[in-house]
């Protein structure tokens, strides 16, 4: 019904005390005239509802004025470093390696200075073509340009980069603008991987430059929309395909890597997904390049187009679904960077999860995520918004504070900045959150980051679950289709009261399953921080786990 | 407003509070009462609480004027020809979209307002009309009309979410107080509404008008007498108690969409972006100590009550003003028909139908009114004039005279003038950040343009902070309505007559480039065009004027715009008829505002002179002491896709393409812009700035498949390596060509142009005869003297007396490779 969000907002065990003052005074005038002036005063002290920036602080290093970000001429703040970040590293002497759009590299050093009052800024390396990623890997940084993966080396140790050394190239690059090459990030075997986004409405010269799948008739230019790999020996492999714009690649703590896709034709929301050999995600031109030598994929006769997304999953062998869609608006509307939390507990309770950027919200996504089958899905979370500008890039400091590298030129966001540099710090202060939701083979098992009050945990009504799908089609993005209520039929709190488990049904494979435990409570009263976490229940496991 | 009488003194409390104080044993109804009672023996006029606010009526026919247009507004504004019909006149201004009303609103809050508008709202013009229903049963009624406007759902604008268009999920929680204050004393809010005193504008920039006073020494009655003393204040429209009224929810889709709620357009859209409806909201709303959720429970309402509300919403007359799909109007005695002095009419002491609480200046105006238009005693006025005071009564009905003077009337307050600021807070005048003066604006601007303007898709003031209101359902009347006002003469530019006595001026009429040497004699000082401007300035943009403006007025302006706008500081160009720039087009005025025009409205052509140094000075590239290497897209006849610019000192700059590792492109002078390659979504190739462009051949590489037949090395087996920077930063590429690894350096050396010096650095694997590439040198040679050749395109090539060559003819002309030996390096020269 309408206007239940506002609930969210709901202050908390209000009016604990209304105190009531009064007094009345009375002033009488000459002839008749009197006027009652009277006070009310009306205490009501209230424990106002935690927000976001309790428990996580925002520290800006450096943010720009806002200015046009779809303007064709756009132009950076005058005078200074135009830090429209597109990748960080942390080097081992504790400075940061901050890549920008422009294409440079830039070593920012006392970056963990609060307020950040004495940044240093040195230019290391110039003359790059849009470098969307940035890695310290074996001793030297790495980047990922327009048409190539470059090393950049300091030979003669003056710390200006003097030998751009090409890796990896040999993709195709039409000129089109959308041909964002992204990365790289290293796999647990030393692999590095980097992403190349589709083209978007080819002129005719970039055509002839691009290649076409007869079958099916789709035109890119060669690997474009794939996941590639390159091997220590500096081989180039093509490794998975259908991505449509993966600005985020990033690996969880077991070197697993992930990257993110962003709604648009073909691709219903954005998503998480697991990169490996031989999947297909969603953008079927992609496979212009299917018969190409090197291609991981069979070919493919023809793609259905409108199907729920279950049934074409059922119908095209190669799709895999996402480990995780991230629902649009309610988990942000173009997913950036990812990064998993590596520092043990310094940056609050989710260590190891893994953390999205958002670029149209300026804000954080949280990831869960969990192996059903040997195949990995979990939930998504809300996380922490009112970033500056669009959040493109992510980087864990050395104290587990998480860098966020801004720029939302080319698109628009929300917040006053067109980019810049924010910190984000843990204050210490627990969140009450769902950490995790779990599949079980009946319903979910939710893990949260404080014990909960056991009578409000236990209350079914506590819950509202639901499940929708997406339609897998050519239009832009889908709307949640298929949606239905799901009934709570039990609430099973554990001894430690962190955890709580829950019957429902029914639960419904390939399907998003948002949980809203608004009702929930932790054991201080406090209310969820974030009340819903979508599971995208791709397998139901077969046993309680 | 200003709450003097008691009828304020809810207003500090909150809805919770008064649940609170109703337990307590002295009921505050009473003690309300009691207040009331003693008041109303005191001052007549404070215990009806303020008059019934019209901005247009408060504004300017207080003291009420005796012309008939201030009963008129009032008429229209109060809604009174809802009821009473004026014929096609006087169109009632209909009152907001109830459905759903209950749905959107806190229900205690209607209930209230319907018990008693004006102490809910003081100064609404929603009159109270439940007092018609006995008192026994009021409460009832009351409860059944509540249920009645929440049996539909509430009206919701459609938010669309996308890349360029970002909207948080439920975005109406997470408004923020500050940011909505500093949008509601920036964007416009407050040329209507109320002013939060302690709020500080960022720079206090005295009005044309403050610093002209200031600037005289005079006393106030002279300064009076002068007609410069400060206009009166202007009253702010009142609000209701909006946290009492809204959720955040609601509000923040009010403020979004007004039209949806109040179609009646008074209450225009300031295109706000959902986050910034939600700052507003949390701004407006800040006071609340409410609980915000919910308006009330949505719950299943009787059948019965439901029913019984509905027949009170037609019984009651309220579709006569607010629109419902089921209920008909009620149609009462027209005005032609009206006793005005009826013992319970609507002016009476005590009506028998709506109470408005008017004044008694009130009521005089609408008497006047009503009995003039009974007297047909309209003063005979001529179409021309009846047509001025039409659209002068629909600015005022439309508040346009809150932000815009015309014809001596209206404009921003003195209160207001601080917070109309321009993003950069420079000073340029109150054409720099106040709303501009409507005098003659229908002869000035193309109707097709105001209409844009009004429909809000004509912004050609970005630097502004405030918005111009989007009046969406007025924007077309209003458009032709100042046209036809302004009446535009059909006057045919100057140059037509000029030429007809000047013949021999024809010839350069169409003359751009002479438009844009005026342009940059003095427009580009201050105006934006095409989206660029100099540094520090900020100003209308100027390209595609006639999109927007009649050239009579444009000619007009220009030659003299003091006589169009008072206190413009547009300069004079034509000081007394005569140009200031006399070396362009021999100074003859008419064929230079013609070329200006043609130059403005051109699309193709360069940008002015001072704009292009200007954005040059922002991003080209200009090697000073070291090479300066660019990675970009360029065009493919260059070095396309996989290029890397090199530019040096010298002057001498080339291309090379990373893809098919061959020297694409060289030239002289300036080297590039940067701009595309940094900051241009887009990413357009980048072209070379200077002159004497020589395009190199397709391919670089080849070897012999026997004596006279060389081809060309296959892509697959080339691979670009990256680059070093030597130690004067000149980039050396390194790449395989085979099974050679290849050293290439090319730089500018001061007399000779290019010298390239190409080097096997390493043979990955033994080399065999077959493996020997070659590269060509050049193309299209016509002529070759010992270690010299000449090309077709004026290229002269120096070899090194060393180096094995083969001349290969190939269309009529030779092709020169030469063999890249594996243990020495070659040198080639290129000048041109």
Known sequence: MVMNGDQDRVRVNRALLLRFGRSVVWFSMCRLLAIGIYFANVHAEEIVKATEADFYRLVTIKTSQASDSRSKNWKPAPDSLVLEVSGMAKLPDGRLAVAIRKGEVWLLSNVYEDPPSNVGYHRFASSLHEPLGLLFHEGSLITVQRTEMTRLLDKDKDDVCDEYETMATGWGVTGNYHEYAFGPKADSEGNLWLTLNLGLGLKAEQKSAAITNKTLGFTQALWRGWGMMVTPNGQLQPMCAGMRSPSGIGCNLSGDVFYSDQQGNWVATNSLHHLRSGAFYHHPESLASVDQQGSTLKPVAEVPDGLPFPEAVKKLSILKPPAVWLPYKKVGQSATDIIADGSGGKFGPFAGQLFVGEFTQSSINRVFLEKIDGEYQGACFPFREGFASAVLRLEQGTDGSVFAGLSNRGWSSLGPASYGLQRLVWTGRMPMEMKEIRAQPDGFEVVFTQPVNRESASQLHSYRLSSHTYRYQSQYGSDDILEKQLDVTSATVSEDGLRVRLMVSPLRELFVHTLNASGVRSIDGEPLLHNEGYYTLNRIPNQSR | ?832
């Open chain 2, 1 to 832: 407003m200003d709450d003097t009488c008691c009828l304020g003194f809810y207003g500090v409390l909150s809805t919770r509070a008064q649940k609170k104080i109703k337990t307590i044993n002295i009921s505050m109804r009473t003690l309300h009462l009691l207040l009331c009672l003693i008041l109303c023996c005191s001052n007549d006029s404070v215990s009806r609480g303020e008059e019934p606010f019209v901005a247009g009526f408060d504004r300017f026919h207080v003291p009420a004027s005796n012309d008939s247009m201030a009963g008129n507004l009032l008429l229209a504004e109060l809604n009174c020809t809802a009821c009473h019909s004026a014929g096609k006149e006087l169109k009632p201004k209909g009152g907001p979209n109830l459905l759903g009303a209950g749905n959107r609103l806190h229900r205690e809050w209607i209930a209230n307002y319907l018990r008693s508008p004006s102490s809910e709202k003081s100064g609404g013009t929603m009159p109270h009309m439940l007092h018609q229903v006995p008192e026994s049963d009021r409460e009832k009624a009351i409860q059944a009309l509540v249920a009645f406007l929440s049996t539909e759902p509430a009206e919701e604008p459609k938010i669309v979410a996308s890349g360029g268009s970002p909207v948080a999920h439920e975005f109406w929680l997470k408004g923020d107080t500050s940011r909505g204050r500093t949008l509601y004393h920036q964007i416009g809010c407050i040329a209507c509404h109320a002013i939060d005193e302690s709020f500080q504008t960022s720079k206090k920039i005295p009005s044309d008008l403050e610093r002209k006073i200031a600037s005289l020494d005079l006393e106030a009655d002279e300064l009076e007498e002068m007609g410069l003393a400060l206009p009166k204040e202007i009253r702010p429209i009142p609000m209701s108690r909006i946290e009492a009224k809204y959720t955040l929810r609601s509000l923040s889709m009010y403020l979004i969409a007004p039209h949806l709620v109040r179609p009646g357009g008074r209450m225009p859209s300031l295109e706000l972006q959902p986050h910034e409806a939600a700052d507003i909201a949390s701004y407006l709303m800040r006071e609340s100590k409410a609980s915000p959720t919910q308006a009330t429970e949505s719950s299943v309402e009787e059948d019965a009550l439901v029913q019984q509300g509905e027949m009170l919403f037609g019984k009651l007359a309220c579709a006569n003003c607010h629109a419902s799909s089921d209920t008909k109007p009620i149609r009462s005695k027209s005005l032609d028909e009206l006793d005005v002095d009826a013992p319970r009419g609507c002016l009476s002491e005590n009506p028998a139908g709506p109470i408005y609480g008017l004044s008694e200046r009130q009521k005089k105006a609408i008497h006047t009114s009503i009995t003039a238009s009974q007297l047909k005693k309209h003063s005979p006025e001529s179409s021309v004039q009846k047509l001025g005071d039409d659209l002068t009564f629909l600015m005022m009905q439309l508040n346009c005279y809150a932000c815009h003077e015309r014809n001596g009337r209206g404009g921003a307050g003195p209160r207001q003038w601080p917070f109309f600021e321009n993003t950069q807070q420079i000073d340029i005048g109150d054409e720099g950040r106040m709303p501009p003066s409507l005098d003659h604006v229908g002869r000035k601007l193309q109707s097709s343009w105001l209409q844009k303007v009004l429909e809000g898709k004509g912004d050609v003031r970005p630097h502004f902070r405030v918005r111009m209101p989007v009046f969406q359902e007025h924007a077309k009347s209003l458009a032709t309505f100042f046209a036809d006002v302004d009446q535009v003469p059909d006057t045919k530019p100057l140059d037509t007559k000029a030429s007809q006595s000047k013949p021999e001026n024809t010839a350069k009429v169409l003359d751009l480039e002479a438009g844009r040497s005026v342009m940059d004699s003095g427009c580009v000082q201050c105006h934006t065009f095409r989206s660029e401007s100099l540094p520090g300035t900020i100003g209308i943009d100027i390209a595609n004027v006639e999109d927007r403006i009649h050239r009579e007025w444009f000619e007009a302006f220009l030659l003299n715009p003091v006589s169009l706008k008072k206190n413009t500081r547009m300069p004079s160009f034509f000081p007394d008829g005569k140009s200031s720039v006399p070396h362009v087009l021999d100074g003859h005025v008419p064929s230079q505002l013609k070329s200006l025009w043609g130059y403005l409205n051109s699309k193709e052509t360069p940008l002015p002179n001072k704009l292009e140094q200007s954005r040059s000075q922002l991003f080209e590239l200009v090697p000073k002491g070291a090479p300066i290497v660019l990675r970009t897209f360029m065009e493919s006849q260059s070095a396309g896709t996989f290029a890397i610019a090199v530019g040096f000192p010298g002057q001498h700059h080339f291309a090379f393409d990373a893809k098919s590792m061959r020297l694409a492109e060289a030239w002289k002078g300036k080297f590039l812009n940067a701009q595309g390659t940094w900051f241009d979504r887009f990413a357009p190739p980048a072209i070379p700035l200077g002159t004497d462009r020589i395009l190199f051949p397709r391919s670089s590489y080849y070897v012999r498949s026997n004596e006279d037949l060389f081809v060309p090395v296959e892509l697959s087996q080339m691979q670009f390596r990256g680059y070093t920077l030597d130690a004067h930063d000149v980039p050396v590429f390194r790449y395989t060509v085979e099974k050679n690894v290849i050293e290439d350096t090319i730089q500018s050396k001061a007399i000779n142009g290019l010298v390239r010096k190409i080097k096997v650095a390493e043979a990955l694997t033994s080399i065999s005869k077959s493996d020997v590439v070659w590269l060509l040198v050049s193309d299209q040679v016509v002529r070759m003297e010992k270690d010299i050749v000449w090309t077709l395109s004026n290229l002269k090539v120096n070899l090194s007396a060393t180096s094995e060559r083969k001349l290969i003819p190939h269309d009529g002309r030779s092709d020169l490779f030469i063999m890249l030996p594996t243990n020495a390096a070659v040198e080639v020269g290129y000048q041109w």
